[in-house]
């Protein structure tokens, strides 16, 4: 007869009532404390039920409130099995008992007084009795609770703990050492940690009389045969611990091992047992107390009857290594960056800067870290090694030192003054004020030290308008001077402070103007400041002191000294003076290239007097000819670096003075004034270093 997919689960549910009874039943948690419960727990035990007479290990997982990492103590450490205390309570009397192997491993454990179908109630109480206050969340206690089903005996033995009533847990606290006394490692199981799905259970064993079996290696009953042995033993090495496995013995139509115990031993001492762990019921088994050697793992399968079969495999560790350090350095005002290789095994680092900065975790093999403070700081990076599982134990390798000098290294430039020893010549009555009016503008680059290739160029900073303001009162121009009671440059005269242009956030332009400010790096990086001084003899308008897009026109002075020293042609440090002033240990001001501010270099029919123009123009002796008066611009470079700069300012020299000149520099005669020119002025530039 064809039966229906329903009449045969229903089938399904009768024959085999115990498969609903054995899904994992949910953890609740209770709060108990002051602090609302920040973390997500699940308790787990080794197995979905507990056969009558047999134990399963439980474990615990704790998310913290982000849901992305493990839940860790105040100092940083992560939560685990040892922080709790745990009991088993069954659904009869003394049906059930948690026994405790060590303060991380915990089993619940089913009395052969349970019943078949009954549960077992595991509580886990936060925090321990007996946990140390600086180990525990200030305010945080809860209580959680799961159920773990009872199912039929594999064998007539009896937990240890069934033959009394269980008593509340006391989590196990480590005996006193003296200081300096060497101890073997404990052997326990992973704390906190799930057994991981390859886990191979224990194949079950018909009931049959015998012996309780052993909590370790003990002598055989006289004139026993060895039982069969696990085979293909096999340990994964890591940092944090080690993974012993091992296959099942071959035993045909004999009953199954009951149970398996795991002993380490030193190679050079095999006498003397350096770790055991409890009696397991699945193959596999967590060592994290992983030392440097070669050691030991024998595996022994222990039967119903009394008897063992023992097997043992040798596996050597090694000490993790310390990271090497790839580079460390500032990279900012108050920042470090620090890079390292790989680690071999590691889960992620810790870097901390000692000792004044907490420690922080990097997941990958670089950290940036802002707000430093200035000085020389020692960095500290480790490498944390965990287990498997979701709560596993963490393990912090050798740490590898490295120091960062964090200095002060942005600085200020800003236009303090400029004193006039000549004024320029001027038309008697010359349309845009009386004698002369002056601004300044000035950029800067920054070059690679080590190639000499730009690595920036900064933006055109442009001065107010200085002078007679007659015709073009405040704020397009400001009053400098003084020619007549409205100003006016001429000689002696020194116009300070020198104020920067109208702009959106300074509508009425301000009286500090900056040339450049930013960061320059000691060691590796140069800074060419290129200032420029005007006389304005043309209609005063603003379009003649911006600097267009590059793809738009430029037709003005301004424009054509700035995209002439910033375009492809040549530059001011392919001459030797400029080199030998950048290998310089002193600061100095270097005549630079000539500046095409016209298609052949000369400003030409100067005789005219009423255009605007550079102050420090030169005549040498390849001028233009039949093309009136003429004079050629020079680009003046400061030759700027961090070591310059600091070499100053500890001799107390912050001022650089940069002369703008008009004379003539022909072959073979010194230099002179030109007598239809006659400009000669000394931009006074204030050094400071900047927040």
């Known amino acids: 007869m064809r039966r229906s997919p329903a009449f045969v689960l229903a089938l399904c549910v009768q024959l085999f009532p115990s498969v609903a009874a054995r899904a994992q039943a949910p953890t609740t948690v209770e709060s108990t404390g002051e602090l609302k419960m920040p973390w997500t727990v699940e308790i787990r035990p080794s197995a979905k039920a507990v056969p009558i007479g047999s134990c399963q290990l439980v474990y615990i997982e704790l998310t913290d409130e982000t849901g992305k990492d493990k839940a860790r103590k105040p100092g940083g450490m992560l939560v685990g099995l040892a922080d709790f205390d745990w009991s088993a309570t069954g659904e009869q009397t003394r049906s059930a008992v948690g026994l405790y192997s060590g303060s991380s491993a915990w089993s619940v454990c089913a009395c052969q007084t349970a019943t078949i179908g009954s549960s077992v109630t595991i509580t886990a109480t936060y925090p321990a009795r007996l946990l140390a206050d600086k180990l525990r969340v200030p305010g945080l206690a809860f209580r959680s609770t799961t159920q773990i089903p009872i199912i039929k005996s594999y064998g007539t033995l009896n937990p240890k703990g069934c033959d009394a009533q269980p008593v509340a847990p006391v989590a196990v606290a480590p005996a006193p050492v003296p200081i300096g006394t060497m101890l073997p490692p404990t052997m326990t199981a992973l704390p906190g940690s799930t057994v991981p799905p390859s886990a191979r259970p224990v194949a079950a064993a018909p009931a049959a009389p015998g012996p309780t079996p052993p909590s370790g290696i003990a002598t055989p009953p006289a004139n026993a045969a060895p039982g069969p042995a696990p085979n293909s033993i096999n340990v994964s090495n890591g940092a944090a611990e080690a993974v012993v496995t091992w296959y099942a013995p071959s035993t045909y139509s004999t009953a199954a091992p009951v149970s398996y115990i795991v002993d380490r031993v030193l190679q050079s001492n095999p006498a003397t047992i350096a770790g055991q762990s409890p009696s397991l019921t699945v193959r596999e088994w967590h060592d994290t107390r992983v030392l440097a050697g070669t050691w030991i793992y024998r595996v022994t399968a222990v039967y119903a009857d009394g008897r063992r079969g023992t097997t043992e495999v040798a596996y050597t560790y090694t000490d993790p290594p310390a990271p090497k350090i790839i580079l460390a350095e500032q990279i900012g005002r108050d920042t470090v960056s620090i890079s390292w290789e790989p680690v071999m095994g590691a889960a992620y680092y810790l870097v901390a800067a000692l000792p004044t900065m907490s420690s922080i975790r990097a997941d990958s093999t670089h950290v940036r870290r802002a707000g430093v403070p200035l000085g020389i700081g020692t960095w500290q990076v480790t490498a944390v090694y965990a287990g498997a599982g979701s709560a596993a134990p963490t393990r912090s390798g050798p740490a590898a030192s490295v120091t960062v000098d964090v200095v002060q290294r942005r600085y200020r430039f800003v236009a303090e003054s400029f004193r006039v020893a000549a004024e320029t010549v001027d038309q008697p009555l010359s349309g845009d004020g009386k004698f002369d009016e002056v601004y300044v503008a000035a950029?800067?680059?920054?070059?690679?030290?080590?190639?000499?290739?730009?690595?920036?160029?900064?933006?055109?900073?442009?001065?107010?308008?200085?002078?007679?303001?007659?015709?073009?009162?405040?704020?397009?121009?400001?009053?400098?001077?003084?020619?007549?009671?409205?100003?006016?440059?001429?000689?002696?005269?020194?116009?300070?402070?020198?104020?920067?242009?109208?702009?959106?956030?300074?509508?009425?332009?301000?009286?500090?103007?900056?040339?450049?400010?930013g960061e320059i790096v000691g060691g590796k990086q140069d800074l060419l400041l290129h200032p420029l001084l005007v006389e304005v003899d043309e209609p005063d308008y603003t379009r003649a002191r911006v600097i267009p897009e590059p793809y738009q026109l430029c037709g003005e002075l301004l424009c054509a000294w700035y995209r002439y020293l910033t375009g492809p042609g040549t530059k001011s440090t392919s001459l030797p003076t400029v080199?030998?002033?950048?290998?310089?240990?002193?600061?100095?001001?270097?005549?630079?290239?000539?500046?095409?501010?016209?298609?052949?270099?000369?400003?030409?029919?100067?005789?005219?007097?009423?255009?605007?123009?550079?102050?420090?123009?030169?005549?040498?002796?390849?001028?233009?000819?039949?093309?009136?008066?003429?004079?050629?611009?020079?680009?003046?470079?400061?030759?700027?670096?961090?070591?310059?700069i600091e070499a100053a300012l500890a001799s107390g020299q912050n001022k650089i003075e940069v002369r703008f000149w008009d004379h003539t520099n022909l072959t073979n005669t010194p230099p002179a004034t030109i007598s239809y020119l006659n400009g000669d002025y000394t931009l006074v530039i204030r050094m400071e270093r900047a927040p």
């Open 443 to 517: 950029f800067a680059e920054r070059l690679d030290r080590p190639n000499g290739s730009r690595i920036d160029i900064s933006p055109v900073q442009v001065s107010a308008v200085h002078g007679d303001i007659s015709n073009w009162p405040p704020p397009q121009r400001v009053k400098a001077g003084t020619a007549s009671g409205w100003g006016g440059i001429h000689q002696g005269d020194v116009i300070s402070p020198v104020w920067s242009q109208p702009a959106p956030q300074a509508p009425l332009g301000a009286p500090q103007f900056v040339l450049w400010e």
């Open 579 to 644: 080199k030998a002033a950048i290998a310089s240990s002193q600061l100095s001001v270097q005549p630079g290239v000539k500046v095409w501010l016209t298609a052949s270099s000369y400003l030409v029919h100067l005789e005219h007097m009423d255009r605007d123009r550079p102050i420090g123009l030169e005549v040498e002796s390849d001028a233009a000819k039949y093309v009136g008066l003429v004079g050629m611009w020079r680009d003046l470079v400061v030759v700027l670096s961090r070591e310059k």
